[in-house]
Nanobody, 123 residues
Framework: QVQLVESGGGLVQAGGSLRLSCAASGRTFSRYYMGWFRQATGKERDIVAAINWSSGTTYYTDSVKGRFTISRDNAKNTVYLQMNSLKPEDTAVYYC????????????????WGQGTQVTVSS
């Protein structure tokens, strides 16, 4: 059974940094994409960043390019999202997700989800 467990959210001032972690278990993820999505109150769940577990190829949505970095640690089966220069508009619940085989921008295409972790950026 696949489990994705996020941690690292919290309250931070604008301009600050946070690092989110996603501990993955239940199978080998070498053929998966791992992603971070976020959902602000009253809005849809949108992709933030993704990484191909095997190749390390990354994707970022435009609004976080240059500020966020996604990475993975194969030995720990963990995916990270380093978030720098945070803005109030980054406030949302952040979800870790896994998708087998091919990458999609759309949340409905992803196979497995974590429970989410709240990130709040104050101005």
């Amino acid at each position: 059974q696949v489990q994705l467990v996020e941690s690292g959210g919290g309250l931070v001032q604008a301009g600050g940094s946070l690092r989110l972690s996603c501990a993955a278990s239940g199978r080998t993820f070498s053929r998966y994409y791992m992603g971070w999505f976020r959902q602000a109150t009253g809005k849809e769940r949108d992709i933030v960043a993704a990484i191909n577990w095997s190749s390390g190829t990354t994707y970022y949505t435009d609004s976080v390019k240059g500020r966020f970095t996604i990475s993975r640690d194969n030995a720990k089966n963990t995916v990270y999202l380093q978030m720098n220069s945070l803005k109030p508009e980054d406030t949302a619940v952040y979800y870790c997700a896994a998708e087998y085989g091919r990458y999609s921008n759309y949340a409905r295409a992803w196979d497995y989800w974590g429970q989410g972790t709240q990130v709040t950026v104050s101005s």
